[in-house]
């Protein structure tokens, strides 16, 4: 079972693997312009910090479209051909416990 704790900590992976993949110019245009656009939208790093594990369901379901909308893009990402093995890791990693 996914701790709060576990939770939180993936979320604020999450924003931090957005902002890589936003600014990775090895990326086509189009992923860095959707991870850009995911980025726009997602809960601020100042919101998943401060969130307490009572807040974090509340915080998911305010942000329910985007922390879905960037689920599906991580898992597309990781299963892209020319994604490398550290970054399909990664994801991974980011994808156990994301929202």
């Known amino acids: 079972m996914t701790t709060p704790e576990e939770r939180q900590r993936n979320l604020i992976w999450g924003r931090e ?12 245009p189009a992923w860095r312009s959707e991870a850009t ?9 100042v919101r998943l910090q401060q969130t307490d ?19 599906w ?12 093995d550290q970054r399909r890791y990664s994801l991974t990693v980011v994808l156990r416990h994301f929202a």
């Open 17 to 28: 693997t957005l902002t890589e993949l936003a600014q990775d110019e090895a990326l086509p």
């Open 53 to 71: 594990a009572d807040g974090l369901a509340a915080l998911q379901d305010e942000f329910v479209r985007v922390l879905s909308e960037a689920r």
């Open 73 to 84: 893009f991580f898992m597309r990402v990781r299963s892209h051909p020319s994604s490398t």
């Open 37 to 45: 656009s995911l980025l726009n939208d997602y809960p601020p790093l």
